[in-house]
């Protein structure tokens, strides 16, 4: 973990050899508000080249933009020297950047919050852009032009709502106004980037709190417009009094627990199938909502360019996230099943969170926590005890009826109905005799 003693350090050895050397960006906002920072970054007016010869252990990561890791106990400090910069021809990059101050540096930064430095051996605060009076205001603030940082890189629209969702800030109405004006302009970024975003919007400190900005700077139809849809779509009132499909989607997400990135986007996503799938007919409906989402939530998430197994377990999610309707009435075979599959702890927070932020009933999910318990106390079924091969063996014909015989063997194993081998064996001659199996369950809820 990076430590800002370790940065410190740093500094010091570049004022050493000369240079002028400051912590810089974020981490000065962070220590300010005295929140612990997730990395360190240091501003210097030493070119790659002077901290290539000054550290042991360098990384050349963007040193024609003038930037150079530096390593320490195996940790990555961004050491980039002061400059200006070009016009951002490509939405990201500057056409060239230009050794400057550091008030030159400062004034190229996105936001004044972060466009601060931080003398860590005078303690001493460097603020040429009022980042201060912003932060103790609790203001996000482009630096110059909001038109002009925007223009720049487009996904500054998007690390503005980030931050004001992080941080508990306001956007101020300039930056807002531009936001508004400008968001076509993040449909141009490569979506990993807005990915990466996004997912710090959703699994942050207050996901509801940034999504609805998102709604409200009008991102959130470049971004996602499966979710924008949800705005204004009714929902029945004796379920859902908390208003909207999109107001319901912002409470779910905000309750969730430490999610994972594909249960976060898995709640995000949850209800994307109801506005294509509403029915006003006597009352309102959204007849395969879940299947239909799924096949959003999978879409959505390619387009994201999410890792295909994130992309995989959230389409899961999404596709059974109404199952638990039938838990109290499922087979004891069935509920075993269930609550064994891999993404089973995730759906089951996506159910509380679901219902949390709707009518509040939590019995079903408080049902599923006792018998989970109880299950786990008494001993466990024993394994597997007959095979297709024993079937065949035993005269069962090859064909669909062998697949629904091993199923109907072990649902009375997962029940406790059989124990033993040779009490499967004689279920399996009954069944191949009589030749019928149970009925089989639906097992997607």
Known sequence: MPSIAAAAGIVARL????FESYLAGGC???????????????????????????????????????????????????????????????????SFVRYATARDDARRRDFTVNGMFWDPQ?????DFVEGQADLAAGRIRTIGDPRARFAEDGLRMIRAVR???ELGFTIVPETLAAIRDMRSGLGTISPERVRDEL???????DPAGGLGLLHATG??????????????????????????????????????RAPTPALAMAALLHDAGKPPTLVRAGRIRFDRHDEVGADLARAAMERLRFPRRDIERATLLVRRHMIFKDVPHMREARFRRLIDLPEFPELLELHRADCVASHGDLSTY????????ELAATP?????????????????????????ILRAIDDARLEGRVRTRDEAVTLARRLITNGAAPPREREDG
């Open 15 to 18: 004022r050493r050899a000369g």
């Open 28 to 94: 000065v906002r962070d220590m300010l508000l005295g929140r612990p920072a997730a990395d360190y970054d240091i501003a210097t007016a030493a070119t790659p080249d002077d901290v290539g010869a000054l550290f042991a252990r360098t990384v050349r990561v963007g040193a024609a933009f003038g930037v150079v890791q530096v390593l320490v106990d195996g940790d990555a400090y961004e050491v980039a020297t002061f400059r200006t910069e070009g016009p951002y021809l490509d939405g990201r990059h500057p």
């Open 122 to 126: 005078a303690a001493r605060l460097l």
């Open 163 to 165: 931050q004001a969702a």
């Open 199 to 205: 997912l710090r919007i959703v699994a942050g400190p």
């Open 219 to 256: 991102l959130l139809e470049i971004v996602l417009p499966e979710v924008a849809r949800e705005a204004g779509v009714p929902q029945p009132r004796e379920f859902h009094p908390e208003g909207d499909v999109f107001e319901h989607t912002r409470l779910v997400v905000g309750a969730l």
């Open 366 to 373: 408080e049902w599923v926590r006792r018998r989970q318990a």
């Open 380 to 404: 466990p079924a024993p394994p597997r005890l007959v095979t297709g091969d024993d079937l065949l063996a035993l005269g069962a014909a090859p064909g669909p009826r062998l697949g629904e």
